[in-house]
């Protein structure tokens, strides 16, 4: 009797009628993709949102995603006013440009586009958003 209570005792969560986590979850398919992504690049100065575009569009070679497009949107111009002090006179009136860029990438594997993503911000030049 001291033997049987001295055993431990073995005991399943499929035999008690239980699932586990991982049982519940399911295997996660290696090549689960994502459809087409549109990366945004915006930013004031045009030479170095050009280059990052090429970037972008390189490294996404080098990960061997399907570049689908790549393309420039219109900029969009807004004025900027300094005022005189303590008047309404305008002292200075500059114009700022935004510029566009969009890559689209597409499909995507699941696994890798973490690390691309991680990639591409590591790289990402002062001013470009």
Excluded: C, W
């Excluded at 689960?32 to 490294?59: C, S, T, W």
């Excluded at 807004?78 to 002090?85: C, E, I, L, Q």
């Amino acid at each position: 009797m001291l033997k049987t209570l001295l055993r431990p005792r073995i005991t399943s969560n499929t035999a008690r009628g239980l699932a586990s986590l991982r049982e519940k979850v399911g295997k996660i398919d290696p090549l689960d993709r994502f459809p087409v992504m549109n990366i945004r690049l915006q930013g004031h100065d045009f030479v170095p949102l050009e280059k990052y575009q090429a970037y972008v569009h390189k490294i996404a070679k080098k990960f061997q995603f399907p570049v689908v497009d790549s393309y420039a949107v219109a900029a969009q111009t807004s004025r900027a006013t300094t005022f005189k002090p303590q008047s309404t006179i305008v002292d200075e009136s500059i114009g700022l440009s935004q510029y566009e860029r969009v890559v689209r990438v597409g499909p995507i594997p699941a696994p890798r586009l973490q690390l691309f993503l991680q990639m591409i911000r590591a790289h990402n030049p002062i001013g470009v958003t």
